[in-house]
């Protein structure tokens, strides 16, 4: 049995890192630079189960994450007011981006259903796409993620 295709492309390494720019959780307009080690995650929805599982366990490696110079930032196709009571409920510490119309979703060619993101991370450094993951699983992802940063030499820990 053959499966369409789908018509969202998602972002590869080595492709490069489309510049976007969207509301916070505090409706402060947010530039991320890809520049520097970035990983930018797309979830489908404030409040999950599934959701609330990895937005919490990124605030755990927080500290891991800043000690590497990543910066973490969340996007789903929630509203400002939504990820403010989402981030405020978690007590999270990192920017949750604001795409209710899915512009950032489409520069990354990810997928949209029922109006919600698909669950996909992007590992991003010098301008480039690093790394995709599709199909993630919540619990453990965060901690899967700054590992192969570290393994493959995007950032290191400082002692």
Do not use: W
Not at 56 to 68: I, L, P, V
Not at 70 to 88: E, K, W
Not at 113 to 142: C, E, N
């Amino acid at each position: 049995m053959s499966r369409a295709k789908s018509a969202f492309v998602t972002l590869q390494p080595g492709d490069d890192a489309p510049a976007v720019s969207a509301p916070n959780q505090d409706g402060e307009t947010v530039e991320p630079d890809f520049e520097d080690p970035t990983v930018l995650y797309f979830y489908p929805r404030d409040d999950t189960p599934g959701c609330t599982t990895e937005a919490n366990q990124f605030e755990r490696e927080g500290d891991a994450y800043r000690d590497a110079g990543a910066t973490v930032y969340g996007v789903s196709t929630n509203g400002v007011d939504s990820h403010r009571a989402f981030a405020d409920e978690q007590d999270l510490n990192f920017d949750l981006l604001a795409d209710p119309e899915g512009e950032i979703a489409a520069a990354f060619g990810v997928e949209l259903r029922r109006g919600a993101a698909r669950r996909t991370t992007f590992v991003l450094a010098d301008g480039a796409v690093q790394r995709v993951y599709t199909a993630v699983s919540p619990d453990g992802h965060a901690r899967d993620v700054l590992m192969d940063a570290l393994d493959d030499g995007l950032v290191t820990l400082e002692e």
